[in-house]
T-cell receptor, first 112, second 114 residues
Framework: AQKVTQAQTEISVVEKEDVTLDCVYE???????LFWYKQPPSGELVFLIR??????QNEISGRYSWNFQKSTSSFNFTITASQVVDSAVYFC?????????FGTGTRLTVIP | IAGITQAPTSQILAAGRRMTLRCTQD?????MYWYRQDLGLGLRLIHY???????GKGEVPDGYSVSRANTDDFPLTLASAVPSQTSVYFC?????????????FGQGTRLTVV
């Protein structure tokens, strides 16, 4: 069965520091998709990125970047020059069997 | 822009009572899902529907039922609520089955069963 491990339960950084959120997944599917979602204090879930298993190119979107390494089953998320508005819980997820399997989330606190 | 609307936003419910959480989407997405979010456990799938008229069980379906009479609506019913069903419930939709497009989430319903 699919499984996502986000080993970092909570991270605190000072504003403008870079921070990397780790995600390790397990799946037996040969084709799958990986996601990152952000859950700010207001509670909604905000889609950040989707990556398919055949595309291992790293992606950058503004201050956000993602590093997908199939060999280590990891899909890590880096925020460069963090800001207070980045404070949230971040979830990594992998697809499988009509489902998105979520990790338990990493709570990021950016201290001004 | 509405997207996915859930109602109610929050509810306190007496144990043993029946409750239906409503979910409506206006994006004409085929697939819809119900998740529950519990501290330390992340989000877990309760039920899903890949298209109107069909439903399926997720990871934690016991105590819940769903229906999908049309494309837009996907209500979740607790037939007889128990305290362990205290949670935040999220409805989601995607254009096709999971993995082909991103899933959009509603704002959540915070349910407390006492």
């Amino acid at each position: 069965a699919q499984k996502v491990t986000q080993a970092q339960t909570e991270i605190s950084v000072v504003e403008k520091e870079d921070v990397t959120l780790d995600c390790v997944y397990e799946t037996r599917d040969t084709t799958y998709y990986l996601f990152w979602y952000k859950q700010p204090p207001s509670g909604e879930l905000v889609f950040l990125i989707r990556r398919n298993s055949f595309d291992e190119q790293n992606e950058i979107s503004g201050r956000y970047s993602w590093n997908f390494q199939k060999s280590t089953s990891s899909f890590n998320f880096t925020i460069t020059a963090s800001q207070v508005v980045d404070s949230a819980v971040y979830f990594c997820a992998v697809t499988g069997a009509n489902n998105l399997f979520f990790g338990t989330g990493t709570r990021l606190t950016v201290i001004p | 822009i509405a997207g996915i609307t859930q109602a109610p936003t929050s509810q306190i419910l007496a144990a043993g009572r029946r409750m239906t959480l409503r979910c409506t989407q206006d994006m004409r997405h085929n697939a819809m899902y119900w998740y529950r979010q519990d501290l330390g456990l992340g989000l877990r799938l309760i039920h899903y529907s890949n298209t109107a008229g069909t439903t399926g069980k997720g990871e934690v379906p016991d105590g819940y039922s769903v229906s999908r009479a049309n494309t837009d609506d996907f209500p979740l019913t607790l037939a007889s609520a128990v305290p362990s069903q205290t949670s935040v419930y999220f409805c989601a939709s995607s254009r096709t089955g999971t993995g082909l497009t991103e899933a959009f989430f509603g704002q959540g319903t915070r349910l407390t069963v006492v």
